[in-house]
């Protein structure tokens, strides 16, 4: 049976039971995870948590060995040609064609989308500029600073016109000018309808950004909820430290201080 995508489903993304082994590794251990319709949702955790692994698993690009992911009601894996173009995806550490200029690779990502070649074009030239490398669209993506391909690939994840973006860690290594940008963009985006997961290290950027936050821990979710729920009266990076019982930086450093 088919599933139409809701458009007013009040869940945009829906992970129940999701499990991934590499080896004896448990890396993702039956997480389930609701995120709502119209937020900014950041997922953060510690290194080894399991969060690039659920958000590969969510977005089509890792098989689950169990579980069930829905993107506006539509099952992902049993339905991914009907769910993909609901989703706009940023992978962490993904290769792209960098032999292709920053033009080209746009216009790929939305001809492989189905897009008419005129709107492709209108789309790219409106994504260069609105994240300012409308100067280096025919720059080789090889020669890219990061900073310009996180906006790049960030621009083949919205030239479709998405309704779910998932983007893993869309601000690492990236500069204050172009962070901004991407902050703009993202927020314009949440603003006109869309939804926005993203995961970041960054305690403090998801405070800023985010009005609904997960944290994961041993690939399962410790807390979740709207940003406020899941402080629980304390800044974000405290409240991480006590749901992993973990120790702050400084603990067991005494000895660490000028003679």
């Known amino acids: ?82 769910a993909k173009p609901l989703l706009g ?13 920053g ?29 300012d490398l409308a100067g280096a669209a025919r720059t080789l993506v090889a020669d890219f600073s990061a900073g310009m391909t996180k906006k790049i690939t960030l621009a083949c994840a919205l030239v479709h016109a998405p309704r779910l ?25 949440v603003a006109q309808g869309g939804t926005v997961v993203l995961s970041s290290h960054v305690m403090a950027l998801v405070e800023r950004m985010c009005d609904h936050v997960a944290v994961i821990g041993a690939g399962r979710v410790l807390a979740t909820g709207s940003l406020d729920e899941v402080r629980a009266g304390a800044d974000l990076e405290e409240r991480f430290f006590d749901l992993l019982g973990a120790r702050g930086p400084e603990a067991g450093l005494a000895w660490l201080r000028p003679s």
Do not use: C, H
């Open 1 to 82: 049976m088919t599933t139409t995508p809701d458009a007013s489903a009040s869940v945009a993304l829906r992970l129940r039971g999701l499990t991934k082994r590499f080896g004896e590794t448990l890396a993702v251990d039956r997480l389930d995870l609701d995120i709502p319709t119209g937020t900014m949702f950041g997922v953060v955790g510690p290194n080894g948590a399991g969060k690039t692994t659920t958000l590969s698993m969510a977005t089509g690009l890792l098989a689950p060995d169990a579980g069930l992911v829905e993107v506006y009601g539509v099952d992902l894996w049993r339905e991914p040609a009907r």
């Open 89 to 101: 995806v940023l992978p962490d550490g993904l290769r792209v064609f960098d032999r292709l200029t």
């Open 103 to 131: 033009a080209e690779l746009i216009s790929y990502a939305g001809l492989l989308r189905g897009l008419p070649a005129d709107v492709v074009a209108q789309r790219r030239d409106d994504l260069l500029a609105a994240l």
């Open 165 to 189: 973006l998932v983007l893993d860690e869309p601000f690492e290594a990236v500069d204050p000018v172009s962070a901004g940008v991407i902050r703009r963009i993202l927020a314009q985006f």
